[in-house]
């Protein structure tokens, strides 16, 4: 079942891995060679997780980029769920063709 209102990755890697190492955004974003500000807008929500910044926490912080990419793509869902009424499309129905030789 998916929450209907998942955090953002940046707000568990902020809280589960950067604070409990003692580290400020700019020695995490040394450790995992990216820059402060690229580090920061992630951390505070305003970046989504690219692919290469999940492998590089991995890399760093053993926190597989699997999970950090299901939290992404749980977060994006749900993002887009709630602009949901924003579309009109609806349903599609094939006709059906007959007639044909």
């Known amino acids: 079942m998916r929450m209907l209102n998942p955090p953002h990755p940046g707000r568990f890697v902020r809280t589960e891995v950067i604070e409990p190492h003692g580290l400020t955004v700019a020695a995490a974003a040394r450790a995992l060679g990216v820059s402060r500000p690229a580090l920061s807008m992630f951390l505070n929500g305003r970046s989504d997780l690219s692919g290469m910044m999940a492998l590089r926490i991995e890399k760093a912080f053993g926190v597989r980029m699997d999970t950090l990419m299901r939290m992404q793509s749980s977060y994006d869902i749900a993002r ?3 602009r949901e009424a924003e579309l009109d499309v609806e349903p599609y129905r094939s006709v059906a063709v ?3 030789p």
């Open 80 to 82: 887009t769920r709630r």
């Open 98 to 100: 007959s007639g044909l």
